[in-house]
């Protein structure tokens, strides 16, 4: 648990300046490491160019290891995901993934999104600190009445689950990771970094992706 604790401040550092942070992180407390040899990748999103680049860039990062990878893009045709799927119809699609090998899906979906707004960058007319009420309210006063005093930003409250469909370990969650990712202009930036972030994090915790010893 102290690894875990240790690797999340680490992370957060390391990340500080970029567009994606993670703010959530669970293991199964009785995996010590897992092992996968054939993988789904599932980016849920109703932007296909988002989710394709996505997939791809995964699926890239599970070929440089060895590792077989299937897109769910190439798995899952158009009626599939424009219809609701029942829980009987799920359980035939991992039916289908236990004959065709597979030992686990990686699962991403955008889980909420949010509007913040960031305080524009002020440098103080004065050295040092804001020593008076006069010198503290000139500076902030375009609060009161500048539409722009604040940068507008969304942010999206992003989630990935790794699930094992081994036969008889009852499809169970090995892992499940939160990652903020907030909207830039260049939002394939943010797919690299949430990707990139996503690989050191289940190397760290030896999930599918083990680090060299």
């Keep these: 648990m102290k690894k875990v604790l240790v690797f999340v401040l680490l992370i957060s550092v390391i990340y500080g300046c970029t567009s994606t942070r993670l703010v959530s992180n669970w293991k199964d407390p009785n995996v010590v490491l897992f092992h996968a040899y054939k993988v789904l990748i599932v980016g849920?999103?109703?932007?296909?160019?988002v989710r394709v680049n996505f997939e791809n860039k995964l699926k890239h990062e599970f070929e440089k290891r060895d590792i077989e990878a299937v897109r769910s893009v190439d798995l899952f045709d158009v009626k599939f995901i424009s219809s609701k799927q029942s829980e009987k119809e799920l359980a035939e699609v991992e039916q289908q993934l236990l004959d065709k090998d597979f030992d686990a899906i990686l699962y991403t979906k955008i889980v909420s999104t949010e509007d913040k707004k960031r305080l524009r960058s002020k440098q103080p007319n004065t050295l040092g600190f804001l020593n008076t009420f006069q010198d503290d309210y000139?500076?902030?006063?375009?609060?009161f009445y500048e539409y722009d005093y604040y940068n507008t930003f969304s942010l999206f409250?992003?989630?990935?689950?790794?699930?094992?469909?081994?036969?008889?370990?009852?499809?169970?969650?090995?892992w499940r990771a939160g990652i903020d990712i907030t909207n830039r202009k260049n939002f394939n930036k943010s797919i690299d970094e949430y990707v990139q972030l996503l690989v050191s994090s289940m190397e760290n915790q030896e999930l599918i992706f083990h680090e060299k010893k």
């Design 44 to 49: 849920m999103t109703e932007n296909e160019s």
């Design 138 to 143: 000139i500076i902030h006063q375009g609060i």
């Design 157 to 174: 409250h992003v989630e990935t689950a790794l699930y094992c469909i081994c036969v008889d370990k009852e499809r169970q969650t090995i």
